[in-house]
């Protein structure tokens, strides 16, 4: 079974940075678009950026001009690079691969980022 392994997570004060990785414990047959998403206490887990199997990157309002999404399929890895971080970002991040084939999506088991303000 693919497991998602996530890390960069931590605490940063504001304005920092912090590069957050998920990587694919092995190769995703017909893989598709990758993603971050976020859930802070108490919140719904939200969408924060996904980016489609060509490199086209989406990105929330709340983080666009300051997050940037990459990934290597090579590697079947998925990157988010976080500048300018704000107290506001603070949340347990995830990131998301989709697939064509059965299971169609998997999780990774969540990374925690807290920004201090």
């Avoid at 694919?24 to 199997?53: C, E, H, L, N």
């Avoid at 997050?67 to 399929?73: A, K, M, Q």
């Avoid at 590697?75 to 084939?101: H, I």
């Amino acid at each position: 079974q693919v497991q998602l392994v996530e890390s960069g997570g931590g605490l940063v004060q504001a304005g920092g940075s912090l590069r957050l990785s998920c990587a694919a414990s092995r190769s995703i047959f017909s893989i598709g678009a990758m993603g971050w998403y976020r859930q802070a206490p108490g919140k719904q887990r939200d969408v924060v950026a996904t980016i489609t199997s060509t490199g086209t990157g989406n990105y929330a309002a709340s983080v666009k001009d300051r997050f940037t999404i990459s990934r290597d399929n090579a590697k079947n890895t998925v990157y988010l690079q976080m500048n300018s971080l704000k107290p506001e970002d603070t949340a347990v991040y995830y990131c998301n691969v989709r697939a064509m084939a059965y299971p169609y999506q998997y999780w990774g088991q969540g990374t925690q980022v807290t920004v201090s303000s």
